[in-house]
């Protein structure tokens, strides 16, 4: 994937581009963000783990966080990211599925323990227009943790191997509320299934 990333939402959007391992168990995201002063590094959830790693031209430790709430947050990231990895959520895989209305349908699911309930808008064709979830985070005024509203909007579509995915979305913090703060925003470049 390429796209923009941003640390803050007073920061400068910085170019980005990324390799990423999707599983029903867990993900690995490599990123290289920046310019002249690149950030390289991972994010990765596996087996009830998550972990953030990012260094300064890969040399200069900047982040190295683990801990039970980067577990917990990174349990929305793999859920939210399932609509790159469609098969992860049929019910075989333990999602079972609700309709809200014509537009909106809601997919429900364990990992690793914890419920997440994923909602969905979408077109009357099926196509994924936003899809958003009460996700675990520090982006609050006081930077406790919390579950805050997570969310992606989804403009484009990608057909391989008999998936259809969106390939153009941005993502953000206090999803649907005045607070929306925009952090990511990617195109899909190529999908491999196996």
């Known amino acids: 994937m390429q796209g923009q990333f941003r640390l803050a939402q007073d920061k400068p959007w910085l170019p980005m581009q990324a390799q990423e391992i999707l ?53 929305g990231r793999l859920a939210a990211e399932f609509i790159w990895l469609p098969s992860a959520l049929l019910p075989s895989m333990g999602t079972t599925w609700k309709v809200l209305d014509d537009n909106t349908i809601q997919a429900s699911l364990q990992i690793d323990g914890e419920l997440v309930t994923l909602t969905l808008v979408i077109d009357a064709d099926g196509k994924v227009l936003q899809i958003f979830l009460p996700r675990w985070g520090d982006r609050t005024e006081n930077k406790t943790w919390a579950y805050i509203p997570f969310g992606s ?9 008999g998936f259809t995915i969106p390939d153009k979305t941005s993502a953000g913090w206090w999803f649907g509320t005045n607070r929306y703060n925009e952090f990511f925003q990617a195109t899909i470049e190529r999908a491999e299934f196996s």
Not at 153 to 161: F, G, I, N
Request: glycine letters at 10%.
């Open 23 to 75: 599983t029903p168990k867990g993900f690995v995201w490599k990123a290289v963000i920046g310019r002249g002063f690149q950030f390289k590094g991972a994010d990765y959830y596996f087996n009830n783990s998550g972990r953030m790693q990012f260094k300064m031209w890969g040399l200069i430790p900047i982040v190295n966080v683990d801990s039970e709430d980067i577990h917990r947050s990174a349990i």
């Open 153 to 161: 909007k989804c403009e484009a579509e990608l057909y391989e191997s």
